[in-house]
């Protein structure tokens, strides 16, 4: 493939950039379960929507892109609130298992998210994203804290909750 480039007086034709954005993948969350309160506790994404290239494990609920390169990691996590008034919830990206900040390419240290919401008796759906820096064989995992004084559930219709993520082209 090639573009049209223009330097000022000629035209010519010049290779065009890009590259593939993968390993991609995109999973979901497969069971309603309770998630205690003021406890990070992992989501479990057990179906695989898609995935290109690496390995998404429905099992231990984890991603491993297989390739080095920088990621772009989104979550969405659907969580049934009852009669909660200022709900804290904060959901995490853990690189090999642990919560780290070290991996963040943004500067907005948006690994964490927080929000403080008044609800009633609905589904409520929190949302976070950033951009990290994999080696080739880490692994990524999603994980959610509340801090309402009783457990609540994990809302896992699949619209609410889910996983995906996919290589930038640089």
Known sequence: DEVLTHDGTDLSWAAAGGGANSPMF??????????????????????????????LDTINYRWTPGTAGKYLLMAQVGLYSVGVDDMYVEIQFWKNGAFSASPLINDLGATRFVENERASDVTQSFFNSTIVVDDGDDYWECYVKHGYPSSVNLWNNGHYTNFCGFKLIE
């Not at 379960?33 to 690496?54: A, C, R």
């Open 26 to 55: 995109s999973a979901r969350s497969t069971g309603m379960f309770l998630i205690s309160t003021n406890v990070f506790t992992k989501v479990n994404f057990g179906e695989q929507l898609w995935s290109v290239g690496g390995t």
